[in-house]
């Protein structure tokens, strides 16, 4: 199974800095990434797809893509405490139909 | 719009049991569907993905089936349930043509005593 890679954390950020989190994978045909947010017993939510190299906006949210490096990371700018999860990183595999997920983030934010 | 529904919630089964979990998409068709499973303090494992009807993908060898007998109907089942299958189970889809963002359902929760 190819490989998605994160650091489990906690990451602990204090309200209002900016929260960094990093993912890379290992399958070089991966052409599609993905961040999820996951709180505690509930199901993985969609927060941003990227495609492409290099920035990608959203609100508070920023993901980045380098595929020569094959790193994937998301910036959440202005932190609340509601952004307090566990966040995955996911890249389909190179046929584009298995998406595989990393061990996730524990992100919290501290008031 | 969409909507994935997947139930039950939590299930509770004994040691060599067998198991049966559903999951239904609406609002779509053709798409890819998944199962995951979620063990306690881990990341997501991709246990069976599907592609169309009656295809079906292993991603890891185990004691547990997927089968797709209709369109948008996503049924994971085991003969004979382990201890080291309980965990949390996600129902998926994404668009056919691939590589397009995944929606999860509710999850059920599953745990075997």
């Known amino acids: 199974q190819k490989e998605v890679e994160q650091n489990s954390g906690p990451l602990s950020v204090p309200e209002g800095a900016i929260a960094s989190l990093n993912c890379t994978y290992s399958d070089r045909g991966s052409q599609s990434f993905f961040w999820y947010r996951q709180y505690s017993g509930k199901s993985p939510e969609l927060i941003m797809s990227?495609?492409?190299?290099g920035d990608k906006e959203d609100g508070r949210f920023t993901a980045q893509l380098n595929k020569a490096s094959q790193y994937v990371s998301l910036l959440i700018r202005d932190s609340q405490p509601s952004d307090s999860a566990t966040y995955l990183c996911?890249?389909?595999?190179?046929?584009?139909?298995?998406?595989?997920f990393g061990k996730g983030t524990s992100l919290l934010v501290t008031p | 719009s969409q909507t994935i529904h997947q139930w039950p919630a939590t299930l509770v089964q004994p040691v060599g049991s067998p198991l049966s979990l559903e999951c239904t998409v609406e609002g779509t068709s053709n798409p890819n569907l998944y199962w995951y499973r979620q063990a306690a303090g881990r990341g997501l494992q991709l246990l069976f993905y599907s592609v169309g009807i009656g295809q079906i993908s292993s991603e890891v060898p185990q004691n547990l089936s997927a089968s797709r007998p209709q369109d948008r109907q996503f049924i994971l089942s085991s003969k004979k349930l382990l201890l080291s299958d309980s965990g949390f189970y996600l129902c998926?889809?994404?668009?056919?043509?691939?590589?397009?963002?995944?929606?999860f359902g509710q999850g059920t929760r599953l745990t075997v005593v």
């Open positions: 998926a889809w994404s668009m056919l043509s691939g590589n397009t963002e995944a929606f």
């Open positions: 990227i495609y492409s190299n």
């Open positions: 996911a890249a389909y595999s190179n046929s584009g139909y298995a998406l595989n």
